[in-house]
């Protein structure tokens, strides 16, 4: 099997969120497959008017998630796995969405069999 870069306009854009039991209460929210990729992005959960934290610290306000992705259902939603791959936090919109940004680019640019998560965790932690 060839390796092919994913160019940015081959990525499928959704407009709900791709992970989170709340998902529907968060007014932030991105969801996109590349390859076989779910990158999903939440955040600003909201109740009663009060934002609440999504991760362990009072902080993670945004959450970034990736999920294994088998295509779309006949309804043209992203059949997920249940199985996480990688996952990150952060307290501002601006962070978050470039995050996914930088997610995405990093996975349409590697291999499935070189992805490894600890090497984007490094990126990302770079880029703060």
Known sequence: ??????PAHEWVWYGFAGHFFGGHMCSYHLA???RNRLISTIGSWRSRGTVL???SDKKD???LMVFPC???SDTGN???GEAELFNCHFEAS???EQAHRAVCAWIASTPAC???FDVLRKLLEAEE
């Open 94 to 96: 601006v962070d978050a």
């Open 114 to 116: 070189h992805e490894d």
């Open 32 to 34: 996109t497959r590349v």
């Open 53 to 55: 934290q999504i991760g």
């Open 70 to 72: 088998d295509g779309e």
């Open 78 to 80: 992203p059949i997920r």
């Open 61 to 63: 306000i945004f959450e």
């Open 1 to 6: 099997m060839q390796y092919r870069h994913i």
